[in-house]
């Protein structure tokens, strides 16, 4: 679902740009993903029928260490000649996460296209934000379509910098005070 869900999405195509091979990159890479950072917070939401997923890393939790990255190993392959770039582009989106400040990160949040503008992406937000305002946590994320940006603006969430890595997409960096 969430390959599919992120299929259009700017730093796929970016990373993977044939069709073919990001499909299968981003079914790899999700699947990686998810049991190497995002499983170890307990911090993954979805619906009952799977058509949306909400992955967040927790405050205060290890950010990803040398085990992490070689379990993504598997992906460098399909990245080919793009490995260098995607790297360059990882460490520019990296060097600019918030690190003053304990806060929820909001890693991926995606919906099965049919499924989009339904209401699934704000549900599967709830528990999270719920907590950030009862506890007084902030929230940030890196939204890579410009369309999102409203979409997070109404969840609380404002643009601190638009951040655009040479010959990469640009990244619309977006902070969340507790309410």
């Not at 929820?104 to 499924?115: A, K």
Request: hydrophobic fraction near 40%.
């Amino acid at each position: 679902m969430l390959a599919r869900a992120f299929d259009d999405d700017p730093v796929a195509m970016f990373l993977f740009p044939d069709e073919r091979r990001r499909r299968a990159g981003l079914r790899r890479f999700f699947k990686i993903q998810l049991r190497a950072t995002f499983l170890r917070d307990d911090e993954c939401y979805t619906t009952d029928d799977v058509v949306g997923g909400a992955l967040w890393a927790a405050p205060g939790r290890p950010k990803p260490g040398l085990r992490d990255l070689v379990r993504l190993t598997p992906i460098i392959p399909m990245l080919g000649r793009r490995l260098p770039r995607a790297l360059q582009f990882l460490g520019a989106v990296e060097a600019k996460h918030p690190k003053d400040r304990p806060h929820f990160y909001l890693g991926v949040l995606g919906t099965d296209p049919p499924w989009q503008g339904k209401g699934v992406g704000s549900a599967l937000l709830e528990p999270v934000l719920e907590r950030c305002d009862a506890d007084g946590i902030p929230a940030y994320l890196e939204s890579s379509k410009e369309r999102n940006v409203p979409f997070y603006a109404r969840h609380g969430w404002e643009v601190t910098e638009e951040l655009e890595p040479e010959g990469a997409p640009k990244l619309w960096l977006m902070w969340r005070e507790p309410r």
